[in-house]
């Protein structure tokens, strides 16, 4: 499967902090943030960097830097927007599409409710965001609108990820790596991860 799981015991402190249901609203912000920075920098190990000329204060070099403009980001709301701020801490210039999904409490089926991406998404490397892959389906979903905009390559990002979500995405879109801090043990009766971290969305925005 095209996952990659952070394995840093760092990683497995601040997990164990945000799984934790005394943490409250701010330090559980804090910690998504952190723990998103390192994903991105795991997710950019691949990146391709172009050559420049620059002058340091001793003598002129060349040096490689990153175009920026190549890349965008794609938080699926709402809970993905609580990873945005420690992913554009990496690359500040990329730009920024949104998805909006919320979860059928009877089908347990993603519902799209907005969709709005940056111009010549097409010609970017898009980073979908969202701290949890569940069953999935909002991850497929967000996949499927931007390949409906011509977008040809996509890495997701999570927090914590199911196996069976994990499985669906990667045998739909095999294309799509996966990065994730952790993989859980399995999804309960109603689709909500095992042992996880509750509802991220709640707990980022203090709404439960």
């Not at 172009?50 to 204060?57: A, L, R, Y």
């Not at 409710?113 to 979903?141: H, N, Q």
């Amino acid at each position: 499967m095209s996952v990659t799981e952070l394995q840093h015991p760092l990683i497995e402190h601040k997990l164990s902090i945000l799984r934790d249901k005394k943490t409250g609203t701010k330090e559980f912000r804090e910690l998504i943030r952190e723990i998103s920075t390192v994903l991105c920098y795991e997710a950019m190990k691949d990146a391709k960097l172009e050559s420049v000329e620059i002058e340091t204060p001793i003598q002129k070099m060349k040096t490689h830097r990153l175009n920026e403009d190549n890349y965008a980001f794609v938080p699926i709301l709402r809970a993905g927007l609580g990873m945005l701020e420690g992913i554009v801490s990496v690359i500040p210039n990329a730009k920024i599409g949104h998805i909006g999904m919320y979860r059928d409490e009877e089908t347990y089926e993603p519902v799209n409710y907005f969709f709005k991406v940056p111009k010549g998404i097409e010609k970017k490397e898009v980073i979908i965001l969202d701290p949890m892959l569940a069953t999935g389906g909002s991850a497929i979903d967000a996949i499927e609108l931007l390949k409906s905009k011509g977008v040809k390559k996509m890495k997701f990002l999570c927090i914590i990820a199911a196996k069976e979500g994990i499985k669906k995405v990667s045998e739909k879109y095999p294309d799509v790596q996966i990065y994730c801090g952790h993989i859980d043990e399995k999804l309960n009766a109603n689709k909500y991860i095992v042992p996880g971290l509750g509802d991220a969305g709640d707990r980022i925005f203090g709404t439960k």
